[in-house]
């Protein structure tokens, strides 16, 4: 390969690079494209002078059409983790209805904010999606998913008064634990479901720091303490006089007050409803749900209010005896 004459000065270099890049001139330059283009717009033809085939016209109408299409379905799917990782939940639809799925986890935040090490529930993210899932029009059901280890008493029976207040059909499932405030929770939707190797810790009303040692300090403890024992017997099949006595067991527990039970005593001492998964929550949710819009009330409820009634029944008995 030859080599160009050496350059003597700079003005020999910029003449070499102007001839060297020099356009020949039957190419028409960038303003002279533009103007055609334009020019042929105003009469309607496409720009550029080719006429596209129709197969050509098709075939980006597809694609064109394609995109749109899995664009949003990368919406969809990118809101969907959105909502998951901030508010802890999913809202999924399908010929059986929607069913909007909130979890529970960790401690059960309350007025004073826990540390970022801890994983926590905070009242003030789940008390509006329930009042939002009550009311919207889309979502037909809810269902909880429970793995809590207590926390704050006035945080969490705040959220299971909510619950249970609602008129849609709600399930909660206990997977791995329910202990301490969780035991409301559990009990407040309206069909109850505990796996088989879940635990629960039921136990008295504890406050950790600085109390102020007098009896008034011990009256509020057990005010509180009904307030949580009137709201669990309520809310299942379980005794009062039953439940006090789960509570106060000694020797069980190594350094508390208290009794854990797994899934199938839970179900047996009528704390809980039923011992299963999912697949068992999905399918009375879906029961519910069909129930609700058909008008009729499905044979689950009417056992339960039967159960419930039963309970209170024996309970206004031996009052008056």
């Given at each position: 390969?030859?080599?160009?004459p050496?350059a003597?000065?700079?003005?020999?270099v910029?003449?070499?690079?102007?001839e060297?890049?020099?356009?020949p001139?039957?190419?028409?330059?960038?303003?002279?494209?533009l103007?055609?283009n334009?020019?042929?717009?105003?009469?309607?033809a496409?720009a550029?002078?080719?006429q596209?085939s129709k197969g050509?016209?098709?075939?980006?109408?597809?694609s064109?059409?394609?995109?749109?299409?899995?664009?949003?379905?990368a919406?969809?799917?990118e809101s969907?983790?959105r909502q998951?990782?901030?508010?802890?939940?999913?809202?999924?639809?399908?010929?059986?209805g929607?069913?909007?799925c909130?979890?529970i986890?960790?401690?059960?935040?309350?007025h004073?904010?826990?540390p970022?090490e801890?994983k926590s529930?905070?009242?003030?993210h789940?008390?509006p999606?329930?009042a939002?899932?009550?009311?919207?029009?889309?979502i037909?059901?809810?269902l909880?998913?429970?793995?809590t280890?207590g926390g704050?008493i006035?945080?969490?029976?705040a959220?299971?008064?909510?619950?249970?207040s609602?008129?849609?059909?709600?399930?909660s499932?206990v997977?791995?634990?329910?202990?301490s405030?969780?035991v409301?929770?559990?009990?407040a939707?309206?069909?109850?479901?505990?796996?088989?190797?879940a635990?629960?810790?039921?136990?008295?009303?504890?406050?950790?720091?600085?109390?102020?040692?007098?009896p008034?300090?011990y009256?509020y403890?057990?005010?509180?303490?009904d307030?949580?024992v009137?709201?669990?017997?309520k809310?299942s099949?379980i005794?009062r006089?039953?439940f006090i006595e789960?509570m106060?067991?000694?020797?069980?527990l190594?350094a508390?007050?208290?009794?854990?039970i797994?899934?199938?005593?839970?179900?047996r001492?009528?704390l809980i409803d039923?011992?299963?998964?999912?697949?068992?929550?999905?399918e009375?949710?879906?029961?519910e749900i069909r129930?609700q819009?058909?008008g009729t009330v499905?044979?689950?409820?009417?056992?339960?209010?039967?159960?419930r009634?039963?309970?209170?029944?024996?309970?206004?008995?031996k009052?008056?005896e």
């Open positions: 390969m030859n080599s160009p050496p003597n000065t700079v003005a020999e910029i003449v070499l690079s102007e060297k890049w020099k356009l001139t039957d190419v028409p330059l960038g303003r002279d494209i103007q055609k334009e020019a042929q717009m105003d009469s309607g496409p550029g002078g080719a596209p050509a016209q098709q075939g980006g109408a597809q064109g059409g394609g995109a749109q299409q899995g664009g949003d379905e919406v969809m799917s969907q983790r998951i990782q901030e508010t802890a939940s999913s809202t999924t639809s399908s010929s059986k929607v069913i909007h909130l979890t986890v960790g401690q059960i935040e309350g004073q904010i826990l970022q801890v529930t905070k009242y003030e789940v008390m999606q329930l939002a899932i009550e009311e919207s029009p889309e037909d059901g809810l909880i998913l429970l793995n280890v704050d006035e945080a969490g029976l959220i299971a008064e909510l619950i249970a609602m008129k849609k059909p709600t399930v499932l997977l791995g634990g329910g202990h405030i969780g409301p929770l559990a009990v939707a309206k069909h109850s479901i505990i796996a088989p190797s635990a629960m810790t039921i136990h008295p009303v504890r406050l950790t720091g600085v109390v102020i040692g007098v008034q300090t009256n403890f057990s005010k509180i303490q307030r949580i009137s709201f669990v017997t809310h099949n005794s006089r039953r789960m106060m067991k000694t020797g069980e190594a508390d007050v208290g009794t854990v797994y899934g199938e005593e839970a179900v001492c009528g039923q011992l299963g998964g999912l697949s068992d929550a999905l009375w949710l879906h029961r129930a819009k058909e499905s044979g689950a409820q009417q056992a339960k209010k039967g159960a009634g039963g309970v209170r029944a024996r309970r206004i008995d009052t008056l």
